[in-house]
């Protein structure tokens, strides 16, 4: 009996833990390049993780990334050369944004 209940205690916890990785969206940061609120394209300019006091975001890869804002939940207003984070999935041949967080303007705002 309590060899049964540990392998179903393990296999609940196996399924709970592959289940959980499966809902996992990719995350990204970089400058934006531009972005069209007509057709919600938004193209940023991706950052690396090596941060120091001058790129205290990171430092620019010069990869550019499009993203599908249309379905997206968007903070604070993004322009040009604001920096960028997101969580996306990638659908097809396209990135789906799914939140838009405006680092620059969170940290003009004291936050």
């Known amino acids: 009996?309590?060899?049964?209940?540990?392998?179903?205690l393990t296999a609940a916890l196996l399924v709970l833990l592959a289940s959980a990785s499966a809902w996992?969206?990719?995350?990204?940061?970089?400058a934006c390049v531009s972005y069209d609120e007509t057709t919600n394209?938004?193209?940023i300019d991706e950052y690396d993780l090596n941060f120091s006091p001058e790129f205290r975001y990171g430092q620019?890869?010069?990869?550019l990334t499009e993203f599908d804002t249309s379905t997206a939940k968007i903070g604070m207003r993004i322009e040009v050369?604001?920096?960028?984070?997101?969580?996306?999935?990638?659908?097809?041949?396209?990135?789906?944004?799914?939140?838009?967080m405006n680092v620059s303007k969170q940290d003009l705002m004291g936050k």
């Not at 620019?60 to 990869?63: A, C, D, F, Q, S």
């Not at 050369?81 to 838009?100: E, H, M, Q, T, W």
């Open 60 to 63: 620019p890869t010069g990869v």
């Open 24 to 30: 996992a969206a990719s995350v990204a940061q970089g």
């Open 81 to 100: 050369g604001d920096v960028i984070r997101l969580s996306y999935n990638p659908v097809g041949d396209k990135n789906v944004a799914l939140k838009i």
């Open 1 to 8: 009996m309590r060899n049964i209940k540990t392998i179903l």
């Open 41 to 43: 394209i938004l193209v």
